[in-house]
């Protein structure tokens, strides 16, 4: 079993950057592809940006050029560092994580944390 943790959300301006962590544990386990997903209020929960193992990205349209999503192997965390934020961008984000084989089925998932852009 995985546990995932994020941090990093917070209150900010438009066009500010805001960086978001999310740290594995849990014992015997392996990182298959990790991902960022969001969920507005009132809207269905997307996935944002995901990375394979091997270091492979998709992004959705909307954050492409704006987000970049990164992860460390020895320290089980990926990143996603978003940019020139706009009001669209408020939601609560949800780190994810599947086992290695599995693409993008995730089967982890973080508890959320907030990121709210101000205009």
């Known amino acids: 079993q995985v546990q995932l943790v994020e941090s990093g959300g917070g209150l900010v301006q438009a066009e500010e950057s805001l960086t978001l962590s999310c740290a594995a544990s849990g014992s015997g386990f392996s990182l298959g592809a990790m991902g960022w997903y969001r969920q507005a209020p009132g809207k269905q929960r997307e996935l944002v940006a995901a990375i394979t193992s091997g270091g492979n990205t998709d992004y959705k349209d909307s954050v492409k050029g704006r987000f970049t999503i990164s992860r460390d192997n020895v320290k089980n965390t990926v990143y996603l560092q978003m940019n020139s934020l706009t009001p669209e961008d408020t939601a609560v984000y949800y780190c994810?994580?599947?086992?290695?084989?599995?693409?993008?089925?995730?089967?982890?998932w973080g508890q959320g944390t907030q990121v709210t852009v101000s205009s």
């Open positions: 994810a994580a599947t086992t290695p084989g599995s693409d993008y089925d995730f089967t982890s």
